[in-house]
Structures are given as C-alpha cells and as structure tokens.
C-alpha cells in the first residue's frame, strides 16, 4: 500500500488527537496564572485591555466596535471561570481541532490531519498568544470555522462566523477574495455560497463607505482605507518576512510547504490551500498601502494554520513529492552538465 492510500481509524486519531491536545494544554495551563506582560511602561497594550475589561460591559459597542467580540468574550471568561485567559485558551484547543478537521476534509486523510495539528503546536506565534488576553485568538477561530463549514453539507452557513469574526479582527473582512478562492479552488459546487459571500461583502464595503464619509463613523476607527501609499504596499510584498523573526522553523516550512503545494498542484485541493496562503499573505501589503494599521506577528496566525494544513498534504502525497523533487533535482544537473560541456566545446574549438 503506497503512504497516500494509507491512513488511521477514526479511533486511533481521536487518541492521538486527545494525545496532542493534552500535551499542548499540559504546557500552556500555568500560564493562565501568569501576568501575560509585566514591567511599567512595557505593557502599555495589555494595561489597556485589563483597564478596559474592569469596566466593559455591553454598551461598549457602539463606543469600540473593532473589539467587541473579544471583549464580549473575555468578560464571559472573567465571570464564568474567574480568569480571562480561559477562553482564549478554549480558542486556541478550537483551531487545533479545526486545523486538524481542515485538513482531514481536504486530504481525505486522518494522518495529514493529525500530523497538521502537531506542526501547528510547534509554531511560536500560536503558542505565544495561545492564551492572550491583548490578542487573543477568536477571530482566527471564527474565520477557520467558517472555512470548515464551507467545506460541509450546508456551506451557506458558513457566512454566520465569518460575520461574527469581523468585528472580532476587522481584517478578517480583507480575507474574503482569498476564502472565495478557496471555495472555488475546492472543487465543489459553491456557487450560491459564493454569490451570497459577494453580497454580504458588497453591503459590508458600501456601508463601511457610507460610515466614513457622510456620518460620523464609528467610534474607535473600524479598517478605515484612508490613503493610497504605492511604495508602502510594494515594502509589504516582501517585509512580511520579518514577521516571522521569533518564528524561523514555520518561516522555512512556509516556503516548503508553497514548493510542495506547487509539486502537487494537481492533487485534489492543493491549488486551494495555496491560494489561501497567498492571499493572506497579500493582506499584509494592502494594509500597509491603503491603511493606517499595521502588522504584527498574531495577524499571521491564519497563515500559520493553513502552513500547517499544507504540511498535511505533504504527509498525505509523500511520494509523490519527492519523486517530483527528484526529477526537478535531475533535471537541474542535466541542465548544468549541458552548459559545461558547451562551453567546454567552444572553448576547444577556439
């Protein structure tokens, strides 16, 4: 049986899964007790969003709608469990089932999925922020999770968490071309889905428009595109990288996994996630170009989980990839011994 045919049952995953889980939360649990930032001056962020969270209650929507949803959900965690690293905590457990559930669905192989989630474990961007309170993840959960939803049975309703995840992270709204490539990629007939993710967006942009020109907007700022900044965007198309500084090994298995995804391009879904790669990655160069924001390392996590993800084909087409690196690799040196040896000739001629 060749290693793409082969795969686990579906209760030796759920073990091995549970196996992971418990191993990644054995290491992050002690820090649901220790301060996430200390020292005056240093913290200025984080001070802010403890300062805040003392007094938020619900009303502060219309007054910080960008961090709503975190905010709702961290009070959530402070009154329920007494500490507002719980829930995100609970988020980051959730990607690590969606990555694994991502990448089941598209490789059709519980192995690459399991393999998906334990590659993800090891990046430093989603175990430094796996339990923030300043940045925590459910944006990055909620856009997964319409990314799952859009690969089941009813992919319409996978509209509900993208939505919920914009005033989570207001750059998720960016991430759309990119999920609606995705979709397309896929295979699968999303047609409706996609005309229906059109609309939203285009009544998402048109009010966004209106806010920010004929009201007062809303308060806070939310992803406004206020200048046209053609050398900041083209700084972008490759400055992205230094976001990986703390983060090297999924930096090298970034453009590993895009060489894999380009070998097997031909494989079922692979054109899809590599897609998905890019155009998260092309947010980064739009926000610097059109925006006043930013990037920081915690806005790559996305593109951290669909590393992972890539990585979960290459386990699935093992074979295949390196039979294609081999005829590449064999390829190159017949390239090469053909110019030496003519340049050899012309030289003997002379």
Same mark, same amino acid.
């Given at each position: 049986?060749?290693?793409?045919?082969?795969?686990?049952?579906?209760?030796?995953?759920?073990?091995?899964?549970?196996?992971?889980?418990?191993?990644?939360?054995? /290491?992050s649990?002690?820090e649901?007790?220790?301060?996430?930032?200390?020292?005056?001056?240093?913290?200025?962020?984080?001070?802010?969003?403890?300062?805040?969270?003392?007094?938020?209650?619900?009303?502060w929507y219309?007054e910080?709608?960008r961090?709503?949803?975190? /905010? *709702?959900?961290?009070?959530?965690?402070?009154?329920?469990?007494?500490?507002?690293?719980?829930?995100?905590?609970?988020?980051? #457990?959730?990607?690590? $089932?969606?990555?694994?559930? @991502? %990448?089941?669905?598209?490789?059709?192989?519980?192995?690459?999925?399991?393999?998906?989630?334990?590659?993800?474990?090891?990046?430093? =961007?989603?175990?430094?922020?796996?339990?923030?309170?300043?940045?925590?993840? *459910?944006?990055?959960?909620?856009?997964?999770?319409?990314?799952?939803?859009?690969? #089941?049975?009813?992919?319409?309703?996978?509209? =509900?968490?993208? =939505?919920?995840?914009?005033?989570?992270?207001?750059?998720?709204?960016?991430? +759309?071309?990119?999920?609606?490539?995705?979709m397309?990629?896929?295979?699968?007939?999303?047609?409706?889905?996609?005309?229906?993710?059109?609309?939203?967006? !285009?009544?998402?942009?048109?009010?966004?428009?209106?806010?920010?020109?004929?009201?007062?907007?809303?308060?806070g !700022? $939310?992803?406004?595109?206020?200048?046209?900044?053609?050398?900041?965007f083209?700084?972008?198309?490759?400055?992205?990288?230094k976001? /990986?500084?703390?983060?090297? @090994?999924? $930096?090298?298995?970034?453009?590993?996994?895009?060489?894999v995804?380009?070998?097997?391009?031909?494989?079922?879904?692979?054109?899809?996630?590599?897609?998905?790669?890019?155009?998260?990655?092309?947010?980064?160069?739009?926000? +610097? #170009?059109? %925006?006043?924001?930013?990037?920081?390392?915690?806005?790559?996590?996305?593109?951290?989980?669909?590393v992972?993800?890539?990585?979960?084909?290459?386990?699935?087409?093992?074979?295949?990839?390196?039979?294609?690196?081999?005829?590449?690799?064999?390829?190159?040196?017949?390239?090469?011994?053909?110019?030496?040896?003519?340049?050899?000739?012309?030289?003997?001629?002379?």
């Open positions: 049986m060749q290693l793409s045919e082969f795969d686990i049952s579906v209760k030796t995953a759920s073990i091995s899964f549970l196996i992971i889980i418990v191993i990644w939360a054995s /290491f649990f002690e649901l007790f220790t301060p996430e930032c200390e020292g005056i001056g240093a913290c200025f962020d984080y001070d802010r969003r403890m300062a805040r969270l003392a007094v938020w209650d619900i009303q219309s910080d709608a961090h709503f949803v975190h /905010f *709702f959900l961290l009070k959530i965690s402070d009154l329920v469990f007494g500490n507002p690293k719980v829930l995100p905590l609970v988020s980051s #457990g959730f990607i690590l $089932f969606l990555t694994f559930l @991502i %990448t089941t669905n598209l490789t059709k192989n519980r192995l690459a999925g399991l393999a998906s989630s334990l590659v993800l474990t090891g990046s430093y =961007i989603f175990y430094n922020y796996d339990t923030s309170v300043t940045y925590p993840s *459910f944006w990055t959960a909620f856009f997964l999770f319409a990314v799952y939803l859009s690969l #089941g049975s009813h992919p319409k309703s996978s509209i =509900i968490p993208f =939505i919920i995840a914009i005033p989570a992270k207001a750059v998720v709204a960016l991430y +759309l071309p990119a999920l609606l490539l995705f397309g990629l896929t295979g699968l007939q999303r047609k409706s889905t996609i005309l229906l993710y059109c609309i939203a967006g !285009g009544v998402g942009a048109c009010a966004l428009v209106l806010s920010n020109t004929i009201g007062d907007g809303l308060k !700022g $939310f992803l406004l595109f206020d200048r046209v900044d053609p050398l900041a083209a700084v972008g198309l490759w400055d992205w990288t976001l /990986f500084n703390d983060d090297v @090994i999924t $930096f090298y298995l970034l453009i590993f996994v895009i060489a995804l380009i070998a097997i391009r031909k494989k079922p879904n692979a054109m899809a996630v590599l897609s998905m790669i890019i155009g998260l990655i092309m947010v980064h160069p739009v926000l +610097l #170009g059109f %925006t006043g924001y930013d990037s920081w390392d915690y806005r790559f996590l996305p593109v951290v989980c669909f992972s993800i890539g990585f979960g084909f290459f386990v699935k087409y093992y074979p295949e990839v390196i039979e294609k690196f081999k005829t590449l690799g064999k390829s190159a040196k017949s390239s090469s011994s053909y110019h030496v040896d003519n340049e050899q000739s012309k030289a003997n001629s002379i």
